[in-house]
């Protein structure tokens, strides 16, 4: 065990005195993926060994509204009750950014008979996660994340831009895969990676994607629950390091117009707990009947769980023809055409690449339902489509086109719900629906331009 991931609370305490830490950041992360929570100091941590919030502080949207009334409360106590909040030890890193010693430390969110919070983004994974093991088995996932750098932009009126690099220049055309463009912002990676080393992030490599100023980091393969962590830290990372260097980072699934939006593609094989081997793979190294299924999975339930990993109205620009980005869910082998890609590997590493989930998506969300629907797909032996060779866009749309689409096809999937509770299911849409509604009260300039004197 690192000593940046004590397993337990002895430990704990071990390292934050190696560290001098004296104050902690106590994160949950909510709904949306923000991290909510409180800052303590030292002392009063270690007193209380966790902290009190309002159930409803990881269940609201992304504006910070929630439902007044509905199915919302038939999950979430109307009269605002609190849950405990408890340290993860595996997951306390250090803020490299803060002035004094400070530790950040995610939390586990339990009701007042000790139970998981259903409808924590945390606890959706541990419970998806614990069905594999049910089944002897443990899945293994290595996200890879996109995102662009921008101009700072204090006006949602304006147009985002490309940052200005250490040429004086921003980008004006597509520099994908391009050292030179990575290089125009040598400063503010090196201070990612050394942020990201001190806090033991599990990071890669660093490309120029397709977009102006949009790059990918992609993570090494890991267990899911310590991967969306570690993807969790990431955002707050890039984020304030951006700032720090008169820029911003953004997640958005589609930040700027006429280029291609940022996915989180997550890599995925399971293995056999008892030999340590991936089941994707025959003894000859040929592929399995598992592999094959959990294709199956993938493609009955992508479609309906598509809320989950597109969550916002933006989510859906990212999805069109053309754009580096999939419209439906057929597979194959090293086609980046399809939404379903299993890369040319060795028989070990043989693995399965979902190429829909946005950026935008919280990456404990995102892994609970990737991981929900190829269990869906072991479990109930599904039948995978044969493999699609040639180009996938000239396929038909298979995945909802809006987040109100998205939400009734979530609504029907009873399997999905089964998998990833009831409750979760129940509070997620209802949050959904609420953003759904405030965005539907905007009107847009496209709005504004074609229809004003035409119509």
């Not at 443990?138 to 932009?153: I, Y």
């Not at 081997?277 to 000859?284: K, T």
């Amino acid at each position: 065990m690192s000593s940046l991931t004590p397993s337990n609370f002895s430990e704990l305490e071990n390292w934050l005195n190696e560290k001098r830490v004296t104050e902690i950041e106590c994160l949950a992360p909510d709904l949306t993926g923000v991290a909510r929570g409180k800052i303590l100091p030292r002392a009063k941590f270690t007193e209380d060994r966790g902290m009190r919030l309002p159930e409803a502080v990881v269940a609201i949207g992304v504006t910070g509204e929630y439902p007044k009334t509905g199915p919302y409360y038939d999950v979430i106590n109307p009269n605002d009750r609190d849950m405990h909040l408890v340290p993860d030890p595996s997951t306390v890193r250090i803020v490299p950014w803060a002035t004094d010693p400070t530790a950040q430390v995610i939390h586990d969110c339990f009701d007042r008979e000790g139970k998981l919070i259903p409808f924590a983004p945390r606890s959706v994974l541990r419970r998806v996660c614990d069905m594999y093991a049910d089944l002897g088995l443990e899945p293994v996932v290595a996200p890879e994340l996109e995102f662009f750098l921008v101009a700072r932009n204090t006006d949602p009126n304006t147009l985002l831009t490309p940052p200005i690099g250490r040429s004086g220049r921003a980008e004006t055309s597509r520099q994908a895969y391009s050292i030179d463009a990575v290089n125009e912002f040598d400063p503010l990676f090196e201070e990612i990676y050394d942020f990201c080393e001190k806090m033991g992030l599990n990071v890669d490599t660093l490309i120029h994607e397709a977009g102006a100023g949009q790059m990918e980091i992609n993570f090494f393969h890991d267990h899911p629950l310590g991967l969306a962590d570690e993807v969790f830290f990431f955002k707050r990372t890039v984020r304030e390091a951006a700032m720090r260097h008169n820029m911003y980072a953004t997640f958005m699934a589609k930040p700027i117009a006429g280029e291609p939006g940022s996915a989180m593609h997550i890599h995925q094989s399971i293995l056999n707990k008892e030999t340590g081997l991936n089941i994707f793979s025959n003894s000859d190294g040929s592929p399995s009947e598992s592999f094959y299924h959990y294709i199956g999975g993938l493609q009955k339930h992508i479609p309906t769980a598509m809320a989950l990993v597109a969550p916002y109205v933006n989510s859906y620009r990212r999805l069109a023809r053309h754009t580096a980005a999939p419209i439906n869910i057929e597979w194959g082998y090293d086609n980046r055409t399809v939404g379903i890609r299993s890369p040319i590997s060795s028989p070990e590493a043989r693995r399965i690449e979902n190429r829909v989930i946005g950026s935008d998506a919280n990456p404990y969300v995102a892994m609970a339902m990737t991981l929900a629907c190829g269990y869906l797909g072991l479990k109930n032996k599904l039948k995978a489509k044969p493999e699609m060779k040639g180009d996938g866009y000239l396929s038909p749309y298979a995945l909802p086109r809006s987040l109100g689409e998205a939400l009734d096809w979530l609504r029907r999937d009873d399997d999905l719900r089964e998998v990833l509770g009831e409750e979760f299911i129940t509070v997620y849409t209802e949050i959904k629906e609420i953003e759904f509604e405030e965005f539907m009260e905007v009107i847009s300039p496209w709005e504004r331009e074609h229809l004003l004197l035409h119509v």
